[in-house]
Structure formats: structure tokens, C-alpha cells
């Protein structure tokens, strides 16, 4: 059962749009994390916060924004999206660093 | 940069049979964990390892950091085993690497 809940399950958008993806989770952990899928299955991570903190952030194009109100919910929004863009996105959370990571079901984003 | 290197890349077994998947890593890694990527694409939680072996049902798992590698043993394949597996490192900086994943495939 999971306890990493992500909004919305699939997104078709055209070039240029922006979107939002919404993640929370119920676990109680202090850090969050935002990887994404590519067309090839490999998971690559792209932020990494703790207790609403930026940690990691892995080359990421500009137009990729994570956003935290608390360390429940980490949100990314993606300004002008792009056609690379299309992936699933996976967010996820541990209790802190060097533990366990569960993660939610993930966002299909797709860019026409 | 840290790197994970999964193997097989696809994998075909016969209900009963059993085999391994492997994971090496290029540094030294602080924990490993496994994953099952399941038909809904949800990532179910196998294993966590910071050392040594663990074992659920017909699965297990061992996880050597100092040699840098960790193996996922299937044993009595079933049908519902079929999917992707994924190993992934825990490097010790709020970041967790992943294998290219494993795509095993279950027959009668």
C-alpha cells in the first residue's frame, strides 16, 4: 500500500506549457525526492530535499522547479516544457539520508 | 560519477526454476535496496541492505560493500515474480542510483 501519492497519473500537454506535479507523502519522513524515468526505463534522480531544503540537484534544465511548503509535499513544476520532457516522474521519500526510499506511482507526462 | 551496473538485462525462467540477478557498483556504497516494478508500473519495496544477506519468502538478497556488489536469488519462480527488478545504491549523499533494471519473465 503505497504511502507516496502523486497528482496527476498522466499529462498530455503541448510545447511550451507549463505544468505542475503534485507529491505527498504520509510516512512522516523528513526528505523528498523527484526522479525521472526515461524512454530507455533508466531512473535518474533529479532533486533531493530534506526538512524543505535543496540537497541535491542533478543538472537539471532550468525550466524543472521543485517547490516544498513542508516535508510532506514536494511539488515540481515545469516551466515550457520541451519534448525530452516526456517521461514518467517519480517522486519519493526516507526517513532521512542513507535510509530506506519508497516511492509513489509516478506521473506520466507526455509533450505534443 | 557512481554508477550501477545491473545484470541480466532480461531474464526467462521456467515456473520452479530459480537464478540471480546481480548488481556491481563502481564505489563503495553505504546500503543497497531492491525494487520490483510490478504491471500497474508501481515500484514495490524488496529489500533494504546495509550489510550482509536477508531473505523473504523466495526471495534473497545479499549485499557485499566492501567487494561492491549485491545479488537478488529468485528460487520457485511463480507466474506473478514476472516484471522489472531494480537494484539501487545508496551513495550516502541523499541520492539513490539505480541499475538499468532487469526484465524477467516467468512461463509455465
Known amino acids: 500500500e503505497t504511502a507516496v501519492f502523486q497528482t496527476p497519473n498522466y499529462h498530455v500537454t503541448q510545447v511550451g506549457n507549463e505544468v505542475s506535479f503534485n507529491c505527498k507523502q504520509t510516512l512522516g519522513h523528513d526528505t523528498m525526492y523527484w526522479y525521472k524515468q526515461d524512454s530507455k526505463k533508466l531512473l535518474k534522480i533529479m532533486f533531493s530535499y530534506n526538512n524543505k531544503q535543496l540537497i541535491v540537484n542533478e543538472t537539471v534544465p532550468r525550466r524543472f522547479s521543485p517547490q516544498s511548503s513542508d516535508k510532506a509535499h514536494l511539488n515540481l513544476r515545469i516551466k515550457s516544457v520541451e519534448p525530452e520532457d516526456s517521461a514518467v516522474y517519480l517522486c519519493?521519500?526516507?526517513?532521512?539520508?542513507?535510509?530506506?526510499?519508497?516511492f509513489g506511482k509516478g506521473t506520466r507526462l507526455t509533450v505534443v | 560519477g557512481d554508477q550501477v551496473e545491473q545484470s541480466p538485462s532480461a531474464l526467462s525462467l521456467h515456473e520452479g526454476t530459480g537464478s540471480a540477478l546481480r548488481c556491481n557498483f563502481t564505489t563503495t556504497m553505504r546500503a543497497v535496496q531492491w525494487f520490483r516494478k510490478n504491471s500497474r508500473g508501481s515500484l514495490i519495496n524488496l529489500f533494504y541492505?546495509?550489510?550482509g544477506t536477508k531473505e523473504n519468502g523466495r526471495l534473497k538478497s545479499a549485499f557485499d560493500s566492501k567487494e561492491r556488489y549485491s545479488t537478488l536469488h529468485i528460487r520457485d519462480a511463480q507466474l506473478e515474480d514476472s516484471g522489472t527488478y531494480f537494484c539501487?545504491?545508496?551513495?550516502?549523499?541523499?541520492?539513490?542510483?539505480f541499475g538499468s533494471g532487469t526484465r524477467l519473465l516467468v512461463s509455465p
Open positions: 539501487a545504491a545508496v551513495t550516502g549523499g541523499y541520492k539513490v542510483v
Open positions: 541492505l546495509a550489510s
Open positions: 519519493a521519500s526516507s526517513p532521512g539520508q542513507n535510509t530506506e526510499v519508497f
